[in-house]
Protein backbone atom coordinates (compact mmCIF):
# COMPACT_ATOMS: atom_id res chain seq x y z
CA UNK A 1 0.00 0.00 0.00
CA UNK A 2 1.44 3.56 -1.36
CA UNK A 3 1.71 6.36 1.33
CA UNK A 4 -0.32 9.65 0.47
CA UNK A 5 3.58 11.25 0.04
CA UNK A 6 3.87 8.67 -3.18
CA UNK A 7 0.48 9.09 -4.41
CA UNK A 8 1.26 12.80 -4.45
CA UNK A 9 4.89 13.56 -4.96
CA UNK A 10 3.49 16.95 -6.87
CA UNK A 11 2.13 18.51 -3.94
CA UNK A 12 5.37 17.57 -2.11
CA UNK A 13 7.35 19.52 -4.46
CA UNK A 14 5.05 22.25 -5.07
CA UNK A 15 5.03 23.16 -1.31
CA UNK A 16 8.96 23.57 -1.14
CA UNK A 17 10.89 23.13 2.46
CA UNK A 18 7.93 22.95 4.56
CA UNK A 19 9.19 22.01 8.37
CA UNK A 20 7.41 18.93 8.81
CA UNK A 21 5.85 18.47 12.50
CA UNK A 22 7.60 16.69 15.06
CA UNK A 23 6.71 14.12 16.97
CA UNK A 24 5.51 14.29 20.44
CA UNK A 25 8.39 12.36 22.54
CA UNK A 26 10.94 13.90 20.27
CA UNK A 27 9.57 17.62 21.68
CA UNK A 28 9.57 16.00 25.21
CA UNK A 29 13.76 15.22 24.72
CA UNK A 30 14.11 18.38 22.76
CA UNK A 31 12.55 20.60 26.01
CA UNK A 32 14.74 18.48 28.47
CA UNK A 33 17.76 19.17 26.40
CA UNK A 34 17.20 22.83 26.40
CA UNK A 35 16.39 22.76 29.99
CA UNK A 36 19.53 21.55 30.93
CA UNK A 37 22.10 23.75 29.03
CA UNK A 38 20.10 26.41 29.99
CA UNK A 39 21.18 24.94 34.11
CA UNK A 40 24.95 24.74 32.97
CA UNK A 41 24.51 27.80 31.00
CA UNK A 42 23.26 29.79 34.90
CA UNK A 43 25.59 27.50 36.66
CA UNK A 44 28.71 28.87 34.48
CA UNK A 45 27.65 32.53 34.76
CA UNK A 46 26.58 32.60 38.26
CA UNK A 47 28.35 33.91 41.53
CA UNK A 48 31.76 33.13 41.06
CA UNK A 49 33.32 31.31 44.36
CA UNK A 50 35.78 33.37 46.81
CA UNK A 51 39.57 32.85 45.72
CA UNK A 52 41.49 31.20 48.35
CA UNK A 53 42.67 33.56 51.17
CA UNK A 54 46.37 33.58 51.55
CA UNK A 55 47.60 33.07 55.29
CA UNK A 56 50.89 33.19 56.59
CA UNK A 57 52.09 30.68 59.04
CA UNK A 58 52.55 31.97 62.56
CA UNK A 59 55.82 33.49 63.29
CA UNK A 60 58.13 31.85 65.87
CA UNK A 61 57.81 33.51 69.52
CA UNK A 62 59.90 36.91 70.03
CA UNK A 63 62.45 35.85 72.58
CA UNK A 64 61.77 38.63 76.26
CA UNK A 65 64.23 39.71 78.19
CA UNK A 66 64.67 37.39 81.61
CA UNK A 67 66.01 38.41 84.69
CA UNK A 68 69.12 36.47 85.66
CA UNK A 69 70.03 35.63 89.28
CA UNK A 70 73.51 34.26 90.35
CA UNK A 71 73.15 32.63 93.39
CA UNK A 72 76.44 31.72 95.30
CA UNK A 73 76.83 29.30 98.34
CA UNK A 74 78.63 28.92 101.40
CA UNK A 75 82.14 26.85 101.61
CA UNK A 76 84.99 28.59 103.09
CA UNK A 77 87.90 28.50 101.11
CA UNK A 78 86.22 26.45 98.39
CA UNK A 79 84.79 30.29 97.60
CA UNK A 80 87.36 30.94 95.36
CA UNK A 81 85.54 28.89 92.76
CA UNK A 82 83.30 31.16 92.87
CA UNK A 83 85.41 33.95 91.08
CA UNK A 84 86.10 30.75 88.39
CA UNK A 85 82.51 30.30 87.36
CA UNK A 86 81.73 34.33 87.15
CA UNK A 87 84.86 33.85 84.57
CA UNK A 88 83.77 31.39 82.42
CA UNK A 89 79.88 32.89 82.59
CA UNK A 90 81.31 36.27 81.30
CA UNK A 91 83.44 34.74 78.28
CA UNK A 92 80.54 32.96 76.99
CA UNK A 93 78.75 36.55 77.47
CA UNK A 94 76.67 35.71 80.10
CA UNK A 95 76.09 37.95 83.01
CA UNK A 96 73.82 38.27 85.86
CA UNK A 97 71.23 41.16 86.79
CA UNK A 98 71.29 40.25 90.43
CA UNK A 99 73.26 38.34 92.84
CA UNK A 100 72.88 36.66 96.13
CA UNK A 101 75.37 35.28 98.51
CA UNK A 102 75.80 33.17 101.42
CA UNK A 103 79.06 32.89 103.72
CA UNK A 104 81.74 32.69 101.38
CA UNK A 105 79.63 33.33 98.78
CA UNK A 106 78.57 36.40 100.35
CA UNK A 107 81.86 37.81 99.99
CA UNK A 108 82.68 37.37 96.34
CA UNK A 109 78.73 38.23 95.52
CA UNK A 110 79.67 41.38 97.26
CA UNK A 111 82.35 42.12 95.51
CA UNK A 112 81.02 40.95 91.91
CA UNK A 113 77.70 43.39 92.57
CA UNK A 114 80.30 46.61 93.03
CA UNK A 115 81.27 46.18 90.03
CA UNK A 116 84.63 43.85 89.92
CA UNK A 117 84.34 41.68 86.63
CA UNK A 118 85.67 37.87 87.14
CA UNK A 119 89.52 38.57 86.09
CA UNK A 120 89.39 41.65 88.71
CA UNK A 121 88.29 39.23 90.93
CA UNK A 122 90.88 36.81 90.38
CA UNK A 123 93.35 39.01 90.45
CA UNK A 124 92.51 39.70 93.98
CA UNK A 125 92.45 36.29 94.82
CA UNK A 126 96.05 35.97 94.47
CA UNK A 127 96.81 38.75 96.19
CA UNK A 128 94.82 38.26 99.29
CA UNK A 129 96.44 37.94 102.48
CA UNK A 130 94.56 35.21 105.10
CA UNK A 131 96.09 37.51 107.96
CA UNK A 132 94.14 40.47 106.09
CA UNK A 133 90.81 38.52 107.22
CA UNK A 134 91.85 36.92 110.80
CA UNK A 135 91.60 39.32 113.81
CA UNK A 136 91.49 36.50 117.08
CA UNK A 137 88.87 37.08 119.80
CA UNK A 138 91.00 37.74 123.03
CA UNK A 139 90.64 36.42 125.50
CA UNK A 140 89.16 32.93 123.81
CA UNK A 141 85.66 32.13 125.08
CA UNK A 142 83.91 35.65 125.20
CA UNK A 143 79.99 36.05 125.06
CA UNK A 144 79.11 33.94 122.32
CA UNK A 145 82.75 32.25 121.75
CA UNK A 146 84.57 32.48 118.69
CA UNK A 147 88.10 32.61 117.83
CA UNK A 148 87.75 35.58 115.02
CA UNK A 149 86.35 38.82 115.90
CA UNK A 150 85.11 38.99 112.41
CA UNK A 151 85.50 42.82 111.79
CA UNK A 152 88.71 42.14 109.76
CA UNK A 153 86.78 40.35 107.11
CA UNK A 154 84.14 43.58 107.86
CA UNK A 155 86.66 46.13 107.17
CA UNK A 156 88.38 44.22 104.11
CA UNK A 157 84.79 43.94 102.25
CA UNK A 158 83.61 47.41 102.63
CA UNK A 159 87.32 48.80 101.47
CA UNK A 160 87.18 46.68 98.33
CA UNK A 161 83.87 48.49 97.85
CA UNK A 162 84.42 51.70 98.34
CA UNK A 163 82.16 51.68 101.56
CA UNK A 164 79.03 51.28 99.44
CA UNK A 165 75.90 50.37 101.43
CA UNK A 166 74.27 47.18 99.76
CA UNK A 167 71.82 49.55 97.88
CA UNK A 168 74.23 51.42 96.09
CA UNK A 169 75.51 48.34 94.57
CA UNK A 170 75.57 48.12 90.26
CA UNK A 171 74.20 45.17 90.82
CA UNK A 172 71.37 44.30 93.30
CA UNK A 173 72.48 42.61 96.05
CA UNK A 174 70.98 40.39 98.66
CA UNK A 175 73.16 38.62 101.35
CA UNK A 176 71.56 35.87 103.64
CA UNK A 177 72.33 35.29 107.77
CA UNK A 178 70.23 33.66 110.09
CA UNK A 179 69.04 35.24 113.49
CA UNK A 180 70.57 33.55 115.93
CA UNK A 181 67.52 33.98 118.80
CA UNK A 182 64.52 33.11 116.11
CA UNK A 183 66.50 30.66 113.98
CA UNK A 184 65.11 32.97 110.76
CA UNK A 185 66.59 33.29 107.36
CA UNK A 186 67.47 37.30 107.08
CA UNK A 187 67.91 38.47 103.91
CA UNK A 188 70.27 41.97 103.72
CA UNK A 189 69.57 44.27 100.81
CA UNK A 190 70.26 47.72 102.55
CA UNK A 191 72.74 48.98 104.82
CA UNK A 192 76.69 48.37 105.96
CA UNK A 193 77.84 45.45 103.46
CA UNK A 194 80.97 44.65 105.32
CA UNK A 195 78.94 43.96 108.13
CA UNK A 196 76.12 41.90 106.28
CA UNK A 197 78.53 40.09 104.80
CA UNK A 198 80.25 39.24 108.23
CA UNK A 199 77.02 37.99 109.54
CA UNK A 200 76.54 35.65 106.68
CA UNK A 201 80.38 34.61 107.16
CA UNK A 202 79.83 33.74 111.11
CA UNK A 203 80.34 30.31 110.85
CA UNK A 204 79.27 29.47 114.87
CA UNK A 205 82.11 28.56 116.82
CA UNK A 206 84.79 30.36 114.37
CA UNK A 207 83.79 33.25 113.85
CA UNK A 208 81.38 35.28 116.90
CA UNK A 209 77.84 36.62 116.30
CA UNK A 210 77.66 39.97 114.66
CA UNK A 211 75.09 41.79 116.30
CA UNK A 212 72.54 44.52 114.11
CA UNK A 213 69.98 47.00 115.77
CA UNK A 214 69.87 44.65 118.27
CA UNK A 215 69.88 41.09 116.69
CA UNK A 216 72.37 38.70 116.92
CA UNK A 217 73.20 36.51 113.23
CA UNK A 218 75.58 33.52 112.32
CA UNK A 219 76.47 32.16 109.65
CA UNK A 220 73.55 32.27 106.17
CA UNK A 221 74.16 28.21 105.55
CA UNK A 222 72.31 27.24 108.24
CA UNK A 223 69.24 28.54 106.48
CA UNK A 224 70.30 28.71 102.79
CA UNK A 225 73.17 27.29 101.79
CA UNK A 226 72.81 27.97 98.36
CA UNK A 227 70.24 31.16 97.89
CA UNK A 228 68.10 29.99 94.83
CA UNK A 229 65.04 31.37 96.76
CA UNK A 230 66.21 34.33 97.64
CA UNK A 231 67.55 35.43 94.20
CA UNK A 232 63.68 34.41 93.12
CA UNK A 233 62.88 36.43 95.73
CA UNK A 234 64.29 39.39 94.14
CA UNK A 235 62.93 39.11 91.06
CA UNK A 236 64.79 36.81 89.16
CA UNK A 237 63.58 34.50 86.32
CA UNK A 238 66.50 32.10 85.78
CA UNK A 239 68.59 31.15 88.62
CA UNK A 240 72.02 29.74 88.17
CA UNK A 241 73.27 28.24 91.40
CA UNK A 242 77.07 27.45 92.50
CA UNK A 243 77.19 24.61 95.01
CA UNK A 244 80.60 24.61 96.59
CA UNK A 245 79.46 22.92 99.57
CA UNK A 246 81.29 19.51 100.61
CA UNK A 247 80.56 16.14 100.41
CA UNK A 248 80.28 15.49 104.37
CA UNK A 249 81.38 11.59 103.49
CA UNK A 250 84.46 13.04 101.90
CA UNK A 251 86.05 15.59 103.94
CA UNK A 252 88.64 15.30 107.09
CA UNK A 253 87.53 16.44 110.05
CA UNK A 254 90.43 16.64 112.48
CA UNK A 255 90.89 19.43 114.76
CA UNK A 256 87.82 21.25 116.38
CA UNK A 257 87.83 24.09 113.56
CA UNK A 258 87.16 20.64 110.88
CA UNK A 259 84.48 19.28 112.99
CA UNK A 260 82.59 22.69 113.58
CA UNK A 261 82.74 23.00 109.27
CA UNK A 262 81.89 19.48 109.13
CA UNK A 263 78.82 19.85 111.23
CA UNK A 264 77.79 23.11 109.14
CA UNK A 265 77.77 20.72 106.52
CA UNK A 266 75.81 18.15 107.32
CA UNK A 267 73.09 20.53 109.11
CA UNK A 268 72.97 22.12 105.54
CA UNK A 269 73.01 19.15 103.43
CA UNK A 270 69.33 18.18 103.16
CA UNK A 271 68.04 21.59 102.95
CA UNK A 272 70.02 22.17 100.01
CA UNK A 273 69.02 19.09 97.95
CA UNK A 274 65.45 21.25 97.75
CA UNK A 275 66.79 24.29 97.37
CA UNK A 276 69.26 23.50 94.42
CA UNK A 277 65.88 21.80 92.58
CA UNK A 278 64.30 24.77 92.25
CA UNK A 279 67.28 26.31 90.09
CA UNK A 280 67.54 26.28 86.76
CA UNK A 281 71.09 25.32 86.21
CA UNK A 282 73.26 24.24 89.00
CA UNK A 283 77.09 24.52 88.87
CA UNK A 284 79.09 21.96 90.92
CA UNK A 285 82.68 22.86 90.69
CA UNK A 286 84.34 19.43 91.57
CA UNK A 287 86.89 19.79 94.86
CA UNK A 288 86.13 16.72 96.78
CA UNK A 289 90.08 17.20 98.30
CA UNK A 290 89.87 20.61 99.56
CA UNK A 291 89.09 21.69 103.08
CA UNK A 292 87.38 24.94 103.99
CA UNK A 293 90.19 26.24 105.97
CA UNK A 294 92.68 25.19 102.25
CA UNK A 295 93.37 28.76 101.20
CA UNK A 296 96.52 27.76 99.51
CA UNK A 297 94.32 25.79 97.42
CA UNK A 298 93.14 28.79 95.60
CA UNK A 299 93.87 28.36 92.08
CA UNK A 300 92.83 24.99 91.66
CA UNK A 301 89.37 26.43 93.17
CA UNK A 302 89.46 29.00 90.56
CA UNK A 303 90.55 26.65 88.20
CA UNK A 304 87.58 24.10 89.11
CA UNK A 305 85.28 26.67 88.89
CA UNK A 306 85.73 27.58 85.34
CA UNK A 307 85.88 23.66 84.29
CA UNK A 308 82.39 23.15 86.14
CA UNK A 309 80.63 26.07 84.25
CA UNK A 310 82.15 24.86 80.93
CA UNK A 311 80.55 21.36 81.49
CA UNK A 312 77.01 22.51 82.23
CA UNK A 313 77.58 25.32 79.52
CA UNK A 314 75.45 23.58 76.67
CA UNK A 315 72.39 23.08 78.74
CA UNK A 316 72.85 26.27 80.11
CA UNK A 317 72.17 28.14 77.31
CA UNK A 318 69.74 25.60 76.11
CA UNK A 319 67.43 26.63 78.85
CA UNK A 320 68.15 30.30 79.08
CA UNK A 321 66.77 30.00 75.26
CA UNK A 322 63.68 28.17 76.44
CA UNK A 323 63.21 30.88 79.72
CA UNK A 324 63.16 33.66 76.89
CA UNK A 325 60.86 31.73 74.37
CA UNK A 326 58.64 30.85 77.65
CA UNK A 327 55.51 33.09 78.45
CA UNK A 328 56.00 35.45 80.86
CA UNK A 329 55.14 33.88 84.39
CA UNK A 330 55.92 30.15 83.35
CA UNK A 331 59.05 28.03 83.69
CA UNK A 332 60.69 26.69 80.94
CA UNK A 333 61.26 22.93 80.77
CA UNK A 334 64.05 21.68 82.63
Same mark, same amino acid.
Given at each position: MRTWMEKHPHRIAAAGPTLLPIPRCMQRRHFLGISAAALLAGCAFGPRPAPPVATTPPSPPTPRPIKIGLALGGGAARGFAHIGVIKALEAQGIRADLVTGTSAGAVVAALYASGLNGFELN??????DEAAIADWALPFGTRFGGWLKGEALQNYVNRLVQNRPIEAMK???? *??????????? *?????? +?????????????????PVSIQGHDYVDGGLVEPVPVDSARAMGADFVIAVNISADPSAQQHAGQS????QTTAIMGQSINKMA??????? *????????????? +??????????EQATAAVMATLRQRLEQARLAPAGKVAAQ
Open positions: KLALTMLPLG *IVATDLKSGDK *ILFRRG +NTGQAVRASSSVPGVFQGVLLLARADVV *IRPELPDMGGSDF +NARNRAVLAG
